[in-house]
Nanobody, 115 residues
Framework: QVQLVESGGGLVQPGGSLRLSCAASRSIFSIDVMSWYRQQPGKQRELVAEITSGGSRNYADSVKGRFTISRDNAKNTVYLQMNSLEPEDTAVYYC?????????WGKGTLVTVSS
């Protein structure tokens, strides 16, 4: 089991940037996939971005070109750099780890994009 703690959320104006962090309780070097999901009000949780242990990345179409996922194995941390934020990006953002069929979730961090 992996404990995940997200941080970095907050209130930002449209067009602004935020960087989310996900700190893991153990080494992430061998974790198959680290991901960021989000849940917008009244909607289901959706995948935003994911990065494999080999460094391959995948993004939701809605965030391509604006968000970047990265991982620092030495710090056991995964990041989500979010640029050109839009009101539609307002959501609770969750970190997720996947090892085989096992998944763990953080408690989430709220991002609000509003003027």
């Amino acid at each position: 089991q992996v404990q995940l703690v997200e941080s970095g959320g907050g209130l930002v104006q449209p067009g602004g940037s935020l960087r989310l962090s996900c700190a893991a309780s153990r080494s992430i070097f061998s974790i198959d996939v680290m991901s960021w999901y989000r849940q917008q009000p009244g909607k289901q949780r959706e995948l935003v971005a994911e990065i494999t242990s080999g460094g391959s990345r995948n993004y939701a179409d809605s965030v391509k070109g604006r968000f970047t996922i990265s991982r620092d194995n030495a710090k056991n941390t995964v990041y989500l750099q979010m640029n050109s934020l839009e009101p539609e990006d307002t959501a609770v953002y969750y970190c997720n780890s996947r090892i085989g069929f096992s998944r763990d979730w953080g408690k989430g961090t709220l991002v609000t994009v509003s003027s």
